[in-house]
């Protein structure tokens, strides 16, 4: 059974940065496409970034050229840099893995989610 543990939310000021920290428990890791989302009060969950297994990463229009995301498949984790921080960033920050490869279909599994606050 897969697991994911969100790490790395807070409180920073407009303009500051965070790295958000995602591990990942079970099998074949690399096998699967990694996305975080994020969800601000009264909003839908809307996809942030997505890492590919090829490692191909895509960005949602809002966070380009401020946002990262990078994979480390030797710990089993996925990082969101997130830098340039606005208030409209402010949101809960969740962690997706899935498989959708032919037939082989895993997931998805979510994390419990890390709040991240912009706020001066």
């Known amino acids: 059974q897969v697991q994911l543990v969100e790490s790395g939310g807070g409180l920073v000021q407009p303009g500051g940065s965070l790295r958000l920290s995602c591990t990942f428990s079970?099998?074949?890791?690399?096998?699967?496409?990694m996305d975080w989302y994020r969800q601000a009060p009264g909003k839908q969950r809307e996809l942030v970034a997505t890492?590919?297994?090829?490692?191909?990463?895509i960005y949602a229009e809002s966070v380009k050229e401020r946002f990262t995301i990078s994979k480390d498949n030797a710990k089993n984790t996925v990082y969101l840099q997130m830098n340039n921080l606005k208030s409209d960033d402010t949101a809960v920050y969740y962690c997706?893995?899935?498989?959708?490869?032919?037939?082989?279909?895993?997931?998805?599994?979510w994390g419990q989610g890390t709040q991240v606050t912009v706020s001066s």
């Open positions: 890492m590919s297994t090829g490692g191909t990463a």
């Open positions: 997706k893995a899935e498989v959708n490869h032919g037939v082989l279909h895993l997931g998805p599994y």
């Open positions: 079970g099998n074949h890791f690399s096998f699967y496409t």
